[in-house]
């Protein structure tokens, strides 16, 4: 059986000379790993971190790897590919997500409001230097436990301030928190503890060093 759908890459695993291993999420199977080749000098533009992409996706009863092909770009995302900040930005969503949301787990409504999450990272202008602030509650929101900065205190040292300001503001006002690149980093460790305390999972982010550097 064949199945037409949209895939957000989290990430890829190159297998052999010609094929990947596309780590995606989806609305008809939530977190799931599929298998796709690739032509020899066709790049991997469209495999980038959170690309959104469309699929034919062929059913395997004998593998749990099912094949991807007929791949195309749902939308540009120039906004994103042109700016190093936001393509820093999108390598940590990535991997939070990546890192966070199990093979086979499929929570309710989690493609659309990645798809959203993407999309609006897109067409930011600027002020978006606490995007990744923002994306990390909304995250935690859409597994299903938002915090209170109650529910914060037990992980934020000296930070309780800064975080309520973000969790009391609404999404403009949350992009002008005025903070530093440390206290950034600082939070964004912080609402990872939280998240890993809820979903028990150590979330280890490589890519956060980078968000330290591009935003002081």
């Given amino acids: 059986m064949i199945h037409r759908t949209q895939l957000i890459i989290l990430n890829t695993t190159k297998v052999g000379e010609r094929s990947l291993v596309l780590h995606t999420l989806s609305d008809e199977w939530g977190r799931r790993s599929f298998l796709t080749s690739v032509r020899a000098g066709s790049g991997m533009a469209l495999f980038q971190p959170l690309s959104i992409v469309d699929a034919e996706v062929t059913e395997n009863p ?3 790897l099912w094949r991807v092909h007929a791949l195309s770009a749902c939308h540009p995302l120039m906004g994103i590919r042109t ?10 969503m990535a991997e939070v997500l990546y890192r966070t949301v199990r093979e086979g787990t499929n929570e309710s409504d989690l493609f659309a409001w990645c798809e959203r999450a993407i999309l609006t990272l897109d067409a930011l202008e600027g002020d978006f230097a606490n995007y990744h602030l923002r994306f990390l509650l909304e995250f935690a929101a859409a597994l299903g436990f938002s915090p209170s900065p109650e529910d914060l205190m037990p ?3 000296d ?9 009391q503001a ?3 006002a949350c ?3 005025p903070l530093s690149g440390a206290t950034r980093t600082e939070i964004a460790r912080i609402l990872l503890k ?3 305390y809820h979903t ?3 979330i280890e982010v490589r890519s956060l060093r980078v968000l330290g550097e591009l935003f002081r």
């Fill in 200 to 202: 028990e999972t150590r």
């Fill in 62 to 64: 004998r593998s749990d």
């Fill in 175 to 177: 992009m002008l928190v």
């Fill in 159 to 167: 930070h309780l301030a800064q975080l309520r300001a973000l969790l």
């Fill in 83 to 92: 700016s190093p900040e936001k393509n820093a930005i999108t390598l940590f």
């Fill in 170 to 172: 609404d999404f403009g």
């Fill in 194 to 196: 939280y998240l890993g």
């Fill in 155 to 157: 992980f934020a040292g």
